[in-house]
């Protein structure tokens, strides 16, 4: 089970436990049994399968897992991978449980059916590491965020059991049974942007680092265009170094600095039809309502 799923660099990286002694197979995509998932290994066709399935043909016996009975007494089982204390970053405790939302929620909002089963960056967009759905990436999936700047987009993660997993957070979204689902990036699946086995761990799951991670190469970088230029059609120097309306006319040349609040020095073409008037260095830009919006460099 470890040199399959947890060594292996070509599967999806899941811990070691009772599951590996489990018995289950593929079976048709429009299978009844609650059970049913999506198999976690990329194919061209999803492949579904269950363990339900085996368990009515009785094909289970030969393993028998740890029982704790009500008094606290635990039977140890035959399942030479039941889950022991290790060295991995929160180890079996954060282990992806392959769960994911009920697959008509997933269809409905446009998430692929595997969501969340194995450290993955689900929101990346990289449909060569992960299923994608019809929404594919970070802000199509998730409109109503501010994914600016956010590592998050990159970071990996999975759902994982809330009882043993310490950073566990509640999903928003619930199981095929109704059940509420909780989730893992660091302890399950490394960190974007840390150090040691940690960001080490993320990397493997996703590909990417800090600085590779297209998702944050979004905020504010501070640049503007050269001064001579800034002078010559009229611009303040400071045009696009922070969000503000630079078109607008509402200035403050005081603020020479971004003060959080939208407000922006002006030049000597400071509104939206003087700025963009047709010349030689600006296009004939229409003044509409873009005019008022916030924007940055």
Known sequence: CDEMWWKNPATPKRASGDWCC???????ANCPLPDVSVSTINTSTPLSLSYNTCQRQDTTAQYTVDVTDSQGEVTEGTCPFTPADDDRIGGWRCACLGETFARNQLLAIGFPAD??????????????????????SCHTMWPDRDVSESAWCCSPWCFVNPDTCPDAIQSELRGPEGETLHYSYVEACGEIGATGATAAMAETNTGYTAATCPWTDCACNGASMPTN????????????????AWEDGVCDNFATTDVGDGSHPCGSNFECPSMWALNALTLDKP??????????F
């Open 22 to 28: 489990q018995s289950w197979c593929y079976v048709g």
């Open 115 to 136: 969501y969340g089963t194995t450290c993955a960056a689900w929101e990346d967009g990289d449909e060569g590491r992960h299923l994608v759905g019809r929404n594919p």
């Open 229 to 244: 230029v800034m002078e010559e059609i009229g611009f303040p120097r400071q045009y696009g170094r922070w969000c503000a």
């Open 287 to 296: 003044s509409d309502h873009s005019c008022c919006q916030p924007w940055c």
